[in-house]
């Protein structure tokens, strides 16, 4: 089973990175590593932009599951709003607060 890499970026009219989504595929999951939206453009609708083109990428590989995880005081609104649903949560991480572990269906 291939290990494939996926990176995508946005760039604005300078040609300067304002948002980037990485991972890789591997058998019927896309697991993201990084994803960041500049903090002046969100709200935009370029993390939901991003995260669909991921997820389509991902189901043209044959995945059909999305795997991520988000700290407490980051996403999770978000990705619950793109259908991500928490699996499981890492207490005390990395000290008092905590990390969620996030899964989509893509079928």
């Known amino acids: 089973m291939e290990r494939l890499p996926l990176g995508l970026k946005l760039c604005d009219k300078d040609g300067r990175v304002i948002a980037g989504i990485t991972g890789r595929s591997f058998g019927h999951w896309l697991l993201i590593d990084n994803f960041w ?3 002046q453009c969100r ?3 370029l ?3 991003l995260l669909s083109q991921a997820e389509a990428i991902a189901k043209d590989r ?3 599951k999305v795997l991520l995880d988000t700290l ?3 996403a999770k609104p978000f990705y619950e ?3 991500y649903q928490v699996q ?3 207490n005390h991480y990395p000290l008092t ?3 969620y572990f996030m899964i989509k269906n893509l079928a």
Do not use: L, P, R, S
């Open 88 to 90: 499981w949560t890492q």
């Open 43 to 45: 709200g935009k609708g």
């Open 37 to 39: 939206v500049d903090e």
């Open 97 to 99: 607060g905590c990390k």
């Open 72 to 74: 407490e005081f980051q």
């Open 47 to 49: 993390g939901k932009q």
């Open 62 to 64: 044959g995945c059909n």
């Open 81 to 83: 709003a793109m259908g």
